[in-house]
Structures are given as structure tokens and as C-alpha cells.
């Protein structure tokens, strides 16, 4: 998600290519989901503050290499996962659980945003 890759055939030197994009918010929320659905086998919902905020927040470089962190990053990953059709939701009381609408994290590298340009 994260990588720009471009094989040897493609490349105008003949030599495999791999170049770290700069991450989205998106992307963070569905490494983060996918992780938390890895490590917890059976559980699939995940509550955004108890959750996905804390494993970002912890995991920072790793999923948003060479951005700062605003003040009002929590706010962009809520937008991401309200609205993006890659996230399923529940509520549950006062709470909103997120999880990957896709089940098999096999095929998560497949998600696109109904927003991302291909």
C-alpha cells in the first residue's frame, strides 16, 4: 500500500524500483485494521479510540513515514474510516466499531478507496 514498484521490464535502467510513497490516512486505517484483525483472530471490529487511534499512534513511522503528527490526525482517521466503503461499522451503546468490509486479509492488498484515482 505504502510502495510504488516498478520491475526491471518497466524501469527505462533494467532494474527493479521500490519507492515509499507518502502515506494517506486511508492506508493507515486498513494496515491498522488488517493488523488488529491479525493479531486477534475471531474479533473483526475494532473501536477507533480504545483501538485504531492508540496502534497509529504507536506505530507512527512505520505507517506515515516522513509526515507530522497534527493535532487533529485522529479527526482525519475517523473521516477515512466513515467514509470510505473499504470499512464496515457497528454500534454498540455510544461506541462505533470499524473493520475491514473485506474478511480475508489475503485480499487486503486489493482495497482501493472509492475516492483514490487509479
Same mark, same amino acid.
Given at each position: 500500500l505504502n510502495y510504488v514498484f516498478t520491475c526491471n521490464k518497466c524501469h527505462d535502467k533494467n532494474v527493479d524500483h521500490m519507492v515509499k510513497s507518502k502515506s494517506t490516512f486511508l492506508q493507515a486505517c486498513i494496515t491498522t485494521l488488517g493488523n488488529l484483525m491479525f493479531?486477534? =483472530?475471531? !474479533?473483526?471490529?475494532?473501536? !477507533? #479510540?480504545? #483501538? @485504531? @487511534? =492508540?496502534?497509529?499512534?504507536?506505530?507512527?513511522e512505520q505507517l506515515m513515514p516522513n509526515r507530522q503528527q497534527s493535532l487533529n490526525w485522529p479527526t482525519h482517521i475517523y473521516r477515512a474510516l466513515t467514509t470510505e466503503s473499504v470499512f464496515s461499522s457497528e454500534i454498540e451503546g455510544e461506541e462505533t466499531f470499524f473493520s475491514q468490509a473485506e474478511e480475508d486479509l489475503a485480499k487486503i492488498n486489493t482495497l482501493r478507496s472509492t475516492t483514490e484515482k487509479m
Amino acid at each position: 500500500l505504502n510502495y510504488v514498484f516498478t520491475c526491471n521490464k518497466c524501469h527505462d535502467k533494467n532494474v527493479d524500483h521500490m519507492v515509499k510513497s507518502k502515506s494517506t490516512f486511508l492506508q493507515a486505517c486498513i494496515t491498522t485494521l488488517g493488523n488488529l484483525m491479525f493479531q486477534n =483472530p475471531g !474479533k473483526r471490529f475494532y473501536c !477507533k #479510540d480504545k #483501538d @485504531v @487511534v =492508540p496502534f497509529i499512534a504507536e506505530h507512527w513511522e512505520q505507517l506515515m513515514p516522513n509526515r507530522q503528527q497534527s493535532l487533529n490526525w485522529p479527526t482525519h482517521i475517523y473521516r477515512a474510516l466513515t467514509t470510505e466503503s473499504v470499512f464496515s461499522s457497528e454500534i454498540e451503546g455510544e461506541e462505533t466499531f470499524f473493520s475491514q468490509a473485506e474478511e480475508d486479509l489475503a485480499k487486503i492488498n486489493t482495497l482501493r478507496s472509492t475516492t483514490e484515482k487509479m
